[in-house]
């Protein structure tokens, strides 16, 4: 009789541990999946971020060329050099 009991018992406990494991795998494995998709969005991020860091490196380093100079003078600031004539489109 006592087998039964302790018999009865362990199964119970082990029933509750496999269900109890089972949950918390389940949780692990959204936990995993949402973890997965930050690092792509971030990976992402990276990639973008790598491109306009080379692009202000190319600026940096153009910054001395008289060209790109007269270029954000003219863009930038609006600065004409002698002699040039400017049209502003009043249309739009």
């Given at each position: ?14 029933l509750?541990l496999?269900?109890y494991?089972?949950i918390t795998?389940?949780?692990?494995r959204?936990?995993?999946q ?9 990976q992402a ?5 790598t491109?306009?860091?080379a692009a202000?490196?190319e600026h940096?380093?153009n910054?001395?060329d008289?060209?790109?100079?007269l270029e954000?003078?003219k863009?930038k ?6 002699g040039?004539?400017?049209f ?5």
């Open positions: 009789m006592k087998t039964t009991k302790a018999s009865l018992i362990t199964k119970s406990v082990i509750i496999i269900v494991l089972s795998l389940l949780n692990i959204g936990k995993i949402t973890a997965s998709e930050n690092c792509s969005t971030i991020q990276v990639v973008a971020q491109a306009k860091n202000v490196e940096i380093r910054s001395d008289p060209e790109t100079v954000i003078a863009e600031l609006g600065l004409v050099e002698e040039e004539v400017v502003h489109d009043t249309t739009n």
